[in-house]
């Protein structure tokens, strides 16, 4: 029951993309395996043209394309959310080689993205990445030979797979590097056909050294694991040894690869409050039709004051959050200041008010809501993740109170 000014054919879109989950993707959905890329659910997602519409449109149209996916199918939500977040980098910095190699495919559901910026010392610091980017020449990384072609043949070894072959200084070709160490936490991974990765190219200067990169799966050096985590998703680690990289692979500028990472954020993070929005009213619905039927002390239980009190208080949180949620998508939209902090207090009022919402709703089913494939059980595990990624719920807070101290120290 979206209330912020939607348009009739925005209100009808939600209800169709609400029935589109339940009819055409949770039937998809259910047949994947839990912790695996689901390749037939993104295909479908690409069919029904939704995967187009995640870079055609703006923030408050993902918003309500998550929401809506969430309420009845947190799979197809999430697979979806995951190709636009891995592949926006591409849309908004990459080369027109990079962007027309990569995002047909991932429109259509062919090609799986991923997001690859945490690491294992480096998650909410995401300053303090550790992912090494050796450029060739330099620290006296090997001398190498350079072939009449141009190529060095340090270079032209690592692509045959041979990642322990000495790199080479090519001052007249493109720039060079090879990313070595780990990345973790990473959604797709190990099953992604492609990373955005984030990686250190200048030592010691913080964020300001960082640079992003498109790396394809099959590079050499390039491997992973998948990971058993509490949610039902995709999520491993990755593993660089020499991982050969060239100017060709970078999105953006060169040590600037932290304004792709934040820019990809700033647009993602209002979205994962509309994703943790739309569990929030699954949960919320479920608790209404059961407190109104379920028969307890002579009466139902939404005749017991206590009973009835939570749920208003659930409803109320639930709205709020939503209205946050569309106020900071517009607010990136329409370019207005302030986005950082507007993105940070959406995701954390979001967050934190469904994992409220869902564990009060478990609460007053009762027992039932604790057997495996129940609603609320399943939602009860997805809903702790967004607390944490994309800036743990800690970090809004900081994000907001520097926001509020800058803007102070500007007037």
């Not at 799986?112 to 330099?138: C, Q």
Request: net charge negative; with cysteine.
């Amino acid at each position: 029951m979206p209330a912020f000014s939607l348009e009739p054919a925005q209100t009808a879109w939600c209800a169709e993309l609400r029935a589109l989950a339940a009819d055409r993707l949770r039937p998809l959905a259910e047949k994947g395996e839990p912790g695996h890329v689901d390749r037939p659910l993104l295909a479908e997602l690409g069919r029904l043209g939704l995967l187009r519409r995640v870079f055609a449109s703006g923030a408050l149209d993902l918003c309500l394309m998550r929401e809506s996916l969430a309420y009845a199918c947190t799979e197809a939500e999430t697979a979806l959310a995951l190709q636009g977040l891995g592949a926006h980098p591409v849309h908004a910095h990459g080369t027109p080689a990079q962007r027309a190699r990569w995002l047909p495919a991932v429109t259509d559901g062919t090609a799986v993205p991923a997001f690859a910026l945490t690491e294992p010392d480096a998650g909410s610091d995401a300053g303090a990445l550790r992912l090494r980017a050796e450029e060739e020449g330099a620290s006296g990384l090997g001398a190498g030979t350079v072939n009449s072609a141009g190529a060095s043949a340090g270079w032209a070894s690592s692509l045959t797979g041979d990642s322990t072959a000495p790199l080479a200084a090519v001052p007249d070709g493109p720039r060079r590097w090879r990313l070595t160490g780990e990345k973790c936490w990473i959604s797709n991974a190990p099953e992604a056909d492609f990373y955005t990765v984030f990686a250190r190219t200048t030592p010691g200067a913080g964020a300001r050294g960082v640079t992003a990169f498109l790396v394809p799966a099959d590079r050499p050096g390039l491997t992973g694991e998948a990971l058993e985590m509490l949610s039902p998703h995709p999520i491993g680690a990755l593993r660089f040894d020499a991982v050969p990289v060239t100017a060709d692979d970078v999105l953006g500028e060169v040590d600037r690869g932290f304004r792709v990472a934040m820019g990809t954020l700033n647009l993602f993070r209002p979205s994962v409050g509309a994703f943790a929005v739309g569990m929030a009213q699954a949960a919320l619905d479920a608790t209404v039709a059961h407190t109104a039927r379920r028969r307890a002390f002579g009466g139902t239980l939404r005749d017991l004051q206590a009973v009835s009190h939570q749920v208003a208080e659930m409803a109320l949180r639930t709205e709020a959050a939503r209205l946050m949620v569309y106020a900071a998508a517009t607010a990136y939209d329409d370019g207005a200041p302030g986005v950082p902090a507007r993105a940070a207090m959406a995701k954390l009022l979001a967050t934190e008010t469904a994992q409220f919402v869902v564990d009060a709703a478990v609460q007053l089913h009762g027992a039932r809501a604790l057997q495996r494939g129940h609603l609320l059980e399943h939602l009860y595990r997805e809903v702790r993740a967004p607390r944490v990624y994309e800036g743990a719920s800690e970090v809004q807070r900081g994000i907001i109170a520097k926001e509020l101290y800058a803007h102070l120290e500007a007037e």
